[in-house]
């Protein structure tokens, strides 16, 4: 079954980094979506960012442009989040999604998209 497992968050001071990873299996990894979300206690579920597996062409939300890097290794079929320049706001818990369904080659930072979710991985950014 289509698995995926998020690993790297922590505690992080703010202006920090850190690097997420997500490992997934069970699907073909290649020609998808994949997308990483993040939800702060007591808010929605909003999209960071995502990369089309197939071409790599990434898209960001404006609150993490320039700071934040999505990448992936089609070898390991595995997704990473670069985060730089941590700020309080980033504090939340970290989800990477697939969308398995995508064609055309752009994503969207829909959560509805998406149709296989990690268990997530908790970020925090102490100032």
């Known amino acids: 079954q289509v698995q995926l497992v998020e690993s790297g968050g922590g505690s992080v001071q703010a202006g920090g980094s850190v690097r997420l990873s997500c490992a997934a299996s069970?699907?073909?990894?290649?020609?998808?979506?994949m997308g990483w979300f993040r939800q702060a206690p007591g808010k929605e579920r909003e999209g960071v960012a995502a990369?089309?597996?197939?071409?790599?062409?990434?898209y960001y939300a404006d609150s993490v442009k320039g700071r934040f890097t999505i990448s992936q290794d089609n070898a390991k079929n595995t997704l990473y989040l670069q985060m730089n320049s941590l700020k309080p706001e980033d504090t939340a818990m970290y989800y990477c999604?697939?969308?398995?369904?995508?064609?055309?080659?752009?994503?969207?930072?829909?959560?509805?998209?998406?149709?296989?979710w990690g268990q997530g991985t908790q970020v925090t950014v102490s100032s």
């Open positions: 990369i089309y597996t197939g071409g790599g062409s990434t």
């Open positions: 069970g699907y073909t990894y290649s020609s998808n979506c």
């Open positions: 999604a697939a969308d398995t369904y995508a064609s055309g080659g752009y994503c969207y930072l829909r959560l509805y998209e998406y149709n296989y």
